[in-house]
């Protein structure tokens, strides 16, 4: 009988992190600061310790994983690459479909990937605390376990509609030990510059990003920790891929496409970036490779954005990124994929989507959960809202290979599970669930509001 | 450097589960019918397949695990065995810790190796929908997932006060198809007998066996299945024991004591069962292998119980089992661990521990979430409060090694995750979870409405 899992030894988890940009075939455009010019990694030291700046800037192909990291991710990697029998049954679809599973980390998610790395680096550098901001929860229970593992304390910033829809993450992140702020808070000068605007704000990514932001700018013991968006977690992402490679090597199969939930990017960079590596190297059966970023209509970065240079957060504290925006002071709407309401995505990503070297596809709502519910049911896992989105574009290619036939070898990282999201499931049960097609006029609108620098 | 997992291949599945019966120094007492004579197989046909009935009277060593079931089971199966070298380090203790997860299930706990077998069999007898009972949720999770995978309608019984606090347990039963309503209900005899005494009443795990139990008494397409208790439940839980064994065989060791927490009693059973296959077969590093069964101070059932003749449900439909109990009208206090909520234990487990082949201790609940806690900040995994009065008890074990210094090799079963109680973590963070022990009064009037019959 095929095998349903298909699992590596802890000896295999991946000794070096893939860097992208050492296979673009255009260097990276450089983050920009308020006068409009290139800044340099020293811009970053209030926030960042100097090995992951380095990371950041770094165009070697091949980072190695420190010891402690690698031990680190022995509670829960390599994580298994199942073969979806059932689901291929299910659809009566001539592919043969795999995905690989990250919610088999105690957080739940791949964000504890970045994370491990993250707070293994700034306690190395003799930090203390650790400010984040997270939306859907996923991100700050991820930092909260591995400030835990590292000794760090760590204070998150949580997007007020999710403190609010999602109380049992903030729970979880207690039960690691950290501390957890409904944003915006009366804090900081970003949080209460923006309640003065509207007390009743929900928050926004943008905005809990100014806060955490903020706190450790201010703070000698403090710094801060991104859960996506920047290079050096898209490079921490990567295991992702690579072990994914060595999986596909063992049952003799290669994906024809790659399927991954794209909100700031880092999940989407680590599951298809290593398959990029293949391409760039030559390798025969990689070169028609497709890799899809699945994202939502509510909140079309790559698919309907302006590719330009914006702020990462709401109040403009950070740098200037070129990357596909829909404008930082986008407010998205309560859909339920909290972690793919960002304004942005990854430079990284959004420069290789605009060289045509990724694709990406935007699905509306309720068709994310009707292919959740029916991959629950065949496979058993019930998936986190953000992964319905690779799962319904992975569906959809499989049921256009039931009326042609293909046999494709069609591959999704199921992102995390959805054991905090069902109050979500809920709803779409009984129907309230809504679609939502982010205007186009107002993408339009916010292309006039855009920071006036760069190009 | 050690490993964290030690994991098997889909292929070292147990072919075969393990029946304890077969190596008892005393042959099970029979079960009776209302007369007090005992009952034969036929008095259960009504509500269970004759595979199963079959299993429940074996005396048969090893009852071979069909390749359908099997092939479900490769969903998670084999579960990792973790060293728990940061727990370890955490207490300083010499002793070695090792837990199997059985978290990994994608309904959250070992519940599902159980549900799978049923609803194979169910499903092979031509039974188009089930009908059962659920405490804390696990079990109906189990169940709703089995079903969906055999094409059998699930209808679930979940005692209302978990309905109440664990309204995500019934999305996820629902997302797997299942029918779920707040016992007691209207819709039986037994559940209006409760409701005319109590319209408040907040339910038993007893009570809603009555409700199950009656509806598929009367309906000839609808069976009953019981997620605990019974022999053929507590054979098919083996697969716990059976890996682990493999599993300290992979490293080199065996372990000096076993613990798993016990509310009807299977998972106790699935995981220290295989251990008294060693003893029994002379093996010489078994034999001091101490088997240690862990259950809450607030229903202490084999720590103070009476070993007496007893319905298994709370109305009196079930035939009368010689086990541990409370009285079958127990109403136990609403702690948090719904899962070891139950009046009675296994007759398998009670006859074993009434000979004194397995010890029993009782942990009462904050310390259990004291050691839930503990555990979560070392090792990342939230566990089940279940879960937790296990680890409560091996960690009192490795506290006593520090003390005198022996490096003793503890084994506990990680029985399910807590992802859907941390509203009971919360409450606990909050100061607001308060230690009951059974009053021994009530134990001791009890033992006058016990049944009059059999001793």
Same mark, same amino acid.
């Given at each position: 009988?095929? !095998?349903?899992?298909?699992?590596?030894?802890?000896s295999?988890?991946p000794?070096?992190?893939?860097?992208v940009?050492?296979?673009?075939?255009?260097?990276?455009?450089?983050?920009?600061?308020?006068?409009g010019?290139?800044?340099?990694?020293?811009?970053?030291?209030?926030?960042?310790?100097?090995?992951?700046?380095?990371?950041?800037?770094?165009?070697?192909?091949?980072?190695?994983?420190?010891e402690p990291?690698?031990?680190a991710y022995?509670?829960?990697?390599?994580?298994?690459?199942?073969? &979806?029998h059932?689901l291929e049954?299910?659809?009566?679809?001539?592919a043969?479909?795999?995905?690989?599973?990250?919610?088999?980390?105690? &957080?739940?998610?791949? /964000?504890?990937n970045?994370?491990?790395?993250?707070?293994?680096?700034?306690?190395?550098?003799?930090?203390k605390?650790?400010?984040t901001?997270?939306?859907a929860?996923?991100?700050g229970?991820?930092? %909260?376990?591995?400030?835990?593992m590292?000794g760090?304390?760590v204070?998150?910033?949580?997007?007020k509609?999710?403190?609010?829809?999602?109380?049992?993450?903030?729970?979880?992140m207690?039960?690691?030990?950290?501390?957890?702020?409904?944003?915006?808070?009366?804090?900081?000068v970003?949080?209460?510059?923006?309640?003065?605007?509207?007390?009743?704000?929900?928050?926004?990514?943008g905005?809990?990003?100014?806060?955490?932001?903020?706190?450790?700018?201010?703070?000698?013991?403090?710094?801060?920790?991104?859960?996506?968006?920047?290079?050096?977690?898209?490079?921490?992402q990567t295991?992702?891929?690579?072990? %994914? /490679?060595?999986?596909?090597?063992?049952v003799?199969?290669y994906?024809?496409?790659?399927?991954?939930?794209?909100?700031?990017?880092?999940?989407?960079?680590?599951?298809?970036?290593?398959?990029l &590596?293949?391409?760039?190297?030559?390798?025969?059966?990689? !070169?028609?490779?497709?890799?899809i970023?699945?994202?939502?209509?509510?909140?079309?970065?790559?698919?309907k954005?302006?590719?330009?240079?914006?702020?990462?957060?709401?109040?403009?504290?950070?740098?200037?990124?070129?990357?596909?925006?829909?404008?930082?002071?986008?407010?998205?709407?309560?859909?339920?994929?909290?972690?793919?309401?960002?304004?942005?995505?990854?430079?990284?990503?959004?420069?290789?989507y605009h060289?045509?070297?990724?694709?990406?596809?935007?699905?509306?709502?309720?068709?994310?959960?009707?292919a959740?519910?029916?991959?629950a049911?065949a496979?058993?896992i019930?998936p986190a809202p953000?992964?319905?989105?690779?799962?319904?574009?992975?569906l959809?290619?499989?049921?256009?290979?039931?009326?042609?036939?293909?046999?494709?070898?069609?591959?999704?990282?199921?992102?995390?599970?959805?054991h905090?999201?069902?109050?979500?499931?809920?709803r779409?049960?009984?129907g !309230?669930?809504?679609?939502?097609?982010?205007p186009?006029?107002?993408?339009?609108? &916010?292309l006039?509001?855009?920071?006036?620098?760069?190009?």
């Amino acid at each position: 009988m095929p !095998q349903t899992k298909i699992l590596l030894d802890e000896s295999d988890i991946p000794t070096h992190w893939y860097n992208v940009v050492a296979d673009m075939p255009n260097k990276p455009a450089p983050p920009l600061g308020p006068d409009g010019k290139p800044i340099g990694p020293e811009a970053l030291t209030a926030i960042f310790p100097m090995a992951l700046i380095e990371q950041e800037v770094s165009a070697e192909r091949w980072i190695p994983i420190p010891e402690p990291v690698r031990e680190a991710y022995r509670m829960y990697r390599p994580s298994p690459l199942f073969r &979806a029998h059932k689901l291929e049954a299910a659809l009566g679809t001539p592919a043969k479909i795999y995905y690989k599973y990250e919610g088999v980390s105690p &957080a739940g998610s791949h /964000k504890v990937n970045t994370s491990i790395a993250q707070a293994y680096y700034n306690a190395q550098a003799g930090i203390k605390r650790l400010a984040t901001e997270t939306g859907a929860g996923q991100w700050g229970c991820s930092l %909260a376990l591995a400030g835990q593992m590292f000794g760090i304390d760590v204070r998150v910033y949580m997007v007020k509609v999710s403190y609010n829809q999602k109380p049992y993450r903030r729970s979880m992140m207690q039960t690691w030990g950290a501390e957890v702020f409904a944003s915006p808070t009366p804090n900081t000068v970003s949080g209460r510059k923006i309640l003065e605007l509207d007390p009743e704000s929900n928050g926004s990514l943008g905005i809990a990003i100014s806060e955490a932001v903020e706190e450790a700018a201010n703070r000698p013991d403090t710094n801060y920790a991104l859960g996506s968006v920047l290079n050096h977690v898209c490079h921490h992402q990567t295991v992702i891929g690579l072990e %994914a /490679k060595k999986q596909f090597e063992k049952v003799g199969e290669y994906p024809d496409m790659v399927f991954a939930c794209c909100g700031g990017g880092s999940n989407f960079a680590g599951t298809a970036f290593p398959f990029l &590596a293949d391409k760039a190297a030559g390798v025969a059966k990689a !070169q028609n490779t497709r890799l899809i970023a699945a994202e939502p209509t509510s909140c079309p970065t790559l698919t309907k954005g302006h590719y330009a240079y914006d702020f990462g957060d709401a109040v403009g504290l950070t740098p200037l990124m070129l990357m596909y925006t829909l404008g930082h002071d986008f407010m998205p709407p309560g859909i339920h994929a909290g972690g793919l309401r960002y304004h942005g995505d990854s430079p990284l990503v959004s420069q290789l989507y605009h060289e045509k070297l990724i694709e990406a596809v935007a699905v509306p709502q309720v068709a994310t959960f009707e292919a959740g519910v029916a991959f629950a049911r065949a496979e058993g896992i019930i998936p986190a809202p953000e992964s319905c989105h690779a799962i319904r574009a992975c569906l959809d290619e499989a049921l256009r290979c039931k009326e042609t036939g293909e046999p494709k070898v069609l591959f999704f990282n199921l992102s995390g599970h959805g054991h905090f999201d069902m109050s979500s499931y809920d709803r779409y049960f009984s129907g !309230q669930l809504e679609d939502y097609a982010y205007p186009e006029h107002e993408i339009e609108a &916010a292309l006039h509001r855009l920071p006036k620098v760069g190009t």
